[in-house]
Antibody
Framework: QVQLQESGPGLVKPSGTLSLTCDVS?????????WTWIRQPPGKGLEWIGE???????HYHPSLRGRVAISMDKFKNQFSLTLNSVTAADTALYYC??????????????WGRGTLVIVSS | SYELTQDPAVSVALGQTVRITCQGV??????ATWYQQKPGQAPILVMY???TRPSGIPDRFSGSDSGGTPSLTITGAQAEDEADYYC?????????????FGGGTRLTVL
């Protein structure tokens, strides 16, 4: 059974760096897949952050470019999110997910349970 | 840039049919996908492709793209269908593709 599990500090100071990891079990992250981070501010909708492919190729949300980086550790079978210069607007529930292309659509078939990150001093 | 628009809230009487729409999807590229999110839970995929339900999703859920507007229909809504529903697609219109989500529709089952 494939599972994704986010982990990382739940509290980050303003102007600090948010760092999260997604552990993938039951599936190799070096398979032919992208791996994604998505966030959801409290009481609001879903926002795609970015994605990484097994080659290391990445795509990021235009509004976060310059502050965000996604990387992967093939040996630990995990991928990570780093977000710099955080503000209260970055307070959100952060999810990792697996996007799949099929039937002419891109969809997220697997999600982690999410981890809440609060930006506060 | 790409924006997907959903009605913020919709209600349906128990056992009746409700349709949730998603404006802004360019169906020339990809079909919309739909997610259900209940309070305190991660989203789950309920529809993708032309009209494909993942395993475990009841057949009262169906998808369509009538008139170029994707929609998710629940035929015979149940109390457990009360949730937030998000549509999504992929924007590949420039050199930096990305996923896009609608703002979500809160479904209330009366």
């Amino acid at each position: 059974q494939v599972q994704l599990q986010e982990s990382g500090p739940g509290l980050v100071k303003p102007s600090g760096t948010l760092s999260l990891t997604c552990d993938v079990s039951g599936y190799s992250i070096t398979s032919d897949n992208w791996w994604t981070w998505i966030r959801q501010p409290p009481g609001k909708g879903l926002e795609w952050i970015g994605e990484i492919y097994r080659s290391g190729s990445t795509h990021y949300h235009p509004s976060l470019r310059g502050r965000v980086a996604i990387s992967m550790d093939k040996f630990k079978n995990q991928f990570s999110l780093t977000l710099n210069s955080v503000t209260a607007a970055d307070t959100a529930l952060y999810y990792c997910a697996r996007p799949i292309f099929g039937d002419n659509s891109w969809y997220f078939d697997l999600w982690g349970r999410g981890t809440l990150v609060i930006v506060s001093s | 840039s790409y924006e997907l628009t959903q009605d913020p809230a919709v209600s349906v009487a128990l056992g009746q049919t409700v349709r949730i729409t998603c404006q802004g999807v360019n169906l020339r590229n990809y079909y919309a996908t739909w997610y259900q999110q209940k309070p305190g839970q991660a989203p789950i995929l309920v529809m993708y492709g032309r009209n494909t339900r993942p395993s475990g999703i009841p057949d009262r859920f169906s998808g369509s793209d009538s008139g170029g507007t994707p929609s998710l229909t629940i035929t015979g809504a149940q109390a457990e269908d009360e949730a937030d529903y998000y549509c999504s697609t992929r924007d590949s219109s420039n050199n930096s593709p990305r996923a896009v989500f609608g703002g979500g529709t809160r479904l209330t089952v009366l």
